[in-house]
């Protein structure tokens, strides 16, 4: 009967063992459901903002410059050159075989 009662409580201890490391990994899966929640809306806020900050460039940077109109001149060259490269097929092959700058 003894055996019987120690086995039981070995049983017993170890049922105990494994329910408070389930509530452990259900904490852990609730805060990770929560983090991925906030990541999402996060990302989601971002690609925002990634836009928002293109119109911004495009406001800024695209159009004419006042009192810089030679600027504008190469702009126009620049885009009809590369328009033309399109044509033809070619711009992608200079665009793949120009060396990237390496991150500093």
């Not at 991925?36 to 903002?49: D, F, K, P, Q, Y």
């Amino acid at each position: 009967m003894l055996a019987r009662e120690h086995n039981y409580e070995l049983l017993f201890s170890e049922g105990q063992s494994c329910l408070a490391e389930l509530k452990e990994q259900e904490a852990r899966v609730d805060n990770l459901e929560a983090t991925a929640s906030s990541l999402r809306a996060l990302a989601t806020r971002h690609v925002e903002l990634q836009g928002e900050l293109s119109v911004l460039y495009d406001t800024v940077f695209n159009g004419p410059t006042p009192g810089y109109p030679e600027e504008d001149e190469a702009e126009d060259a620049v885009a009809a050159a590369k328009y033309g490269l399109e044509e033809v097929g070619y711009w992608n092959a200079i665009t793949r075989l120009r060396p990237r700058s390496s991150p500093a």
